[in-house]
């Protein structure tokens, strides 16, 4: 690269620093073009993913001297590509995470998660297959000219590289445990930056956390008699079954209480009935 397509590729950086609110930065690495391509179609109205060598991103980003920015730098990607949006850190990685498509394991790749070969048929035919199972130590046999898997079997820990070996059999399985696309590594916004750790979030389990929370706070509320707008309610339906419950107890007179008290005063009458055999 010239020195003035280095400089227009800084100037770039910075003029888009300063128009998009949220900067993020990718890893393109093994990405094929054609996936990229495919990304910023689907993506084209709402982000700008663009390639620039690491001095340039360092540089650029020290020119601007915004605050935090350059941690972006540091997580070092090997293909590295930023992203300019006004969408905020969380959905932006979502977008991402969503365009990302399954594919086969290679060699020294790292599982996602725990790779289970489950029990049941397989599309494999009767013959040296049944071998490279058994070496993965995967109980099998054959069926019906099929090789069946007698049980569920994980081959492959999350954070274990796969072997040769592995992918080889895991691709004659049709098993896709890897998935294909831009790795959002960190975004900026507001200068904070938010880890992918961070903007990996669980969707689901962020919802059930906070009605667990909204349970827990309500049931606390109630039971120190807290009043509050969601609790009321239930305070005054805790206290009038209290309230019911010792005027029956005293056996007090009373219009709210008095179908509860004959019913008491039949069960007791029906009790002595049975004593006295009358």
């Not at 997580?75 to 006004?86: C, E, Q, R, T, W």
């Not at 990685?93 to 290679?106: E, M, N, R, V």
């Not at 039949?266 to 049975?274: D, M, P």
């Amino acid at each position: 690269m010239v020195k003035q397509e280095k400089l227009d590729a800084m100037k770039e950086i910075v003029e888009n620093c300063k128009k998009y609110s949220v900067i993020g930065i990718i890893d393109m690495f093994k990405l094929p073009s054609k996936q990229l391509q495919s990304i910023r179609k689907d993506l084209r109205n709402q982000v700008i993913i663009k390639m620039y060598k690491k001095k340039i991103i360092q540089k650029a980003f020290q020119n601007l001297n915004i605050e935090n920015l350059m941690k972006l730098y540091d997580y070092d990607p090997k293909k590295p590509a930023l992203v300019f949006s006004n969408t905020n850190p969380f959905k932006l990685y979502k977008l991402f995470d969503k365009s990302k498509t399954p594919t086969f394991a290679k060699e020294g790749d790292i599982a996602p998660y725990d790779i289970i070969i489950k029990e049941g048929p397989t599309k494999l035919p009767a013959g040296p297959a049944i071998g490279e199972l058994q070496r993965a130590k995967i109980p099998a046999m054959v069926k019906e000219g099929k090789i069946h898997v007698s049980k569920d079997t994980v081959v492959a820990k999350q954070g274990t590289v796969i072997t040769a070996e592995l992918a080889s059999l895991l691709k004659k399985l049709e098993i896709q445990p890897m998935e294909m696309g831009a790795n959002v590594l960190a975004a900026w916004e507001g200068g904070i930056v938010f880890d992918s750790s961070v903007l990996a979030v669980n969707e689901q389990e962020y919802i059930n956390n906070l009605q667990k929370a909204y349970q827990n706070a309500l049931n606390l509320a109630v039971g120190i008699a807290y009043p509050t707008k969601e609790s009321v309610k239930l305070l005054i339906q805790k206290a009038f079954i209290n309230a019911k419950s010792l005027g029956v107890e005293a056996e007090i007179l009373d219009s709210g209480i008095i179908e509860d008290l004959l019913e008491k005063g039949e069960r007791a009458a029906k009790v002595l009935k049975s004593k006295v055999n009358v």
